[in-house]
């Protein structure tokens, strides 16, 4: 699955849960913001050796990290932007 299928499949699955958007996107914002912080979290614990397995610990911040890119997802739909040419502008400055 390339990410303009996920970005096609994260939009329809919120639209048929939750309905529309509301608001200008700041809710998926605080979505990122959210696991973002979580994700944080979870490496610094690692990090440390304290309160989780090193299973658990991957399995958080793989979570995390998908729920992130959901989030980005329908932010960018509610954009009007494509995640994937979002990326690919991004890296085509970076390899310059």
């Not at 919120?14 to 696991?35: A, D, P, Q, V």
């Not at 979290?41 to 992130?68: C, F, M, S, V, W």
Request: net charge negative; hydrophobic share 35%.
């Amino acid at each position: 699955m390339n990410i303009s299928e996920i970005q096609e499949k994260a939009v329809a699955w919120h639209k048929k849960n939750f309905g529309e958007y509301y608001g200008s996107g700041y809710r998926y914002l605080l979505g990122i913001c959210e696991e973002a912080s979580k994700l944080c979290r979870i490496h610094l614990k690692g990090e440390q050796g304290i309160r989780h397995t090193p299973e658990e610990i991957i399995n958080i911040k793989t979570d995390a990290i998908g729920y992130i890119i959901i989030f980005l997802c329908n932010y960018c739909d509610s954009q009007n932007f494509a995640l994937e040419d979002c990326i690919c502008k991004a890296w085509k400055r970076e390899e310059k």
